[in-house]
């Protein structure tokens, strides 16, 4: 079955600076991947998405990267301000079935200091 | 419109006990996933239901079970409860017809003593 594999685990930026976390998976059908920030006792929060007939979307600060040949995608974080320490979950939807079941990373928890 | 609400938001039983959670999807969303969040598994699937049918099941073990209502509202049952079915219970709300996105509710906490 599908796997996802989320790295790095832990991610310690200077505010201003990028933040970098990648993923890679294994199923070469899947093709939706979302990107999740948890923060501390909150529910997790969609932020952004990339569908596998596209390499690339932005949303002001966020980005994803997909390269489909690979099985990787990331997600690129600018200027990081202290609001963005939080976790981070990627995902890919399980393919080949009519749902939306999702298989997540295992988390990069993200700290960004002032 | 209002977003996909649990209940319980905490909720303390012993082990061998059976447990009920509820989750109301986004108004229109017909299709309800629920997954357990743990700090050594992190989020895991359990199963999804689109109109009041289970359309897709992780590798959970059958003491994990759930059903949906026809106004798309789910429940998810655990029985004979384990100190390992302690977690973060999540539901997360999709509208189920060739969109993916899901929205999450905030959870059931769930402690088995």
């Known amino acids: 079955g599908e796997n996802v594999e989320q790295h790095p685990s832990t991610l310690s930026v200077q505010e201003g600076d990028s933040a970098v976390i990648k993923c890679t998976y294994s199923?070469?059908?899947?093709?939706?991947f979302p990107w999740y920030k948890q923060e501390l006792g909150k529910r997790p929060q969609l932020i952004i998405d990339?569908?596998?007939?596209?390499g690339e979307k932005k949303d002001q600060r966020i980005a994803v990267t997909l390269n489909k040949t690979a099985k990787h995608f990331s997600l690129h974080i600018t200027e990081t301000q202290p609001e963005d320490s939080a976790v981070y979950f990627c995902?890919?939807?399980?393919?080949?079935?009519?749902?939306?079941?999702?298989?997540f990373g295992k988390g990069t928890t993200l700290s960004v200091s002032s | 419109k209002a977003g996909v609400t649990q209940t319980p938001r905490y909720l303390i039983k012993t082990r061998g006990q059976q447990v009920t959670l509820s989750c109301s999807p986004i108004?229109?969303?017909?299709?309800v996933s629920w997954y357990q969040q743990t700090p050594g598994q992190g989020l895991q699937f359990l199963f999804e239901?689109?109109?009041?049918?289970?359309?897709n099941k992780g590798n959970f073990p059958g003491r994990f079970s759930g059903r949906q209502f026809s106004n798309s509202r789910s429940e998810m049952n655990v029985s004979t409860l384990e100190l390992g079915d302690s977690a973060l219970y999540l539901c997360?709300?999709?509208?189920?017809?060739?969109?993916?996105?899901?929205?999450f509710g905030p959870g059931t906490r769930l402690t088995v003593t």
């Open positions: 997360a709300s999709s509208s189920g017809q060739g969109a993916n996105e899901q929205y």
């Open positions: 199923d070469s059908a899947s093709n939706y």
């Open positions: 990339i569908r596998s007939n596209v």
């Open positions: 995902a890919a939807i399980i393919p080949n079935q009519a749902g939306t079941a999702l298989i």
């Open positions: 108004s229109g969303h017909r299709s």
């Open positions: 239901y689109f109109s009041e049918t289970q359309r």
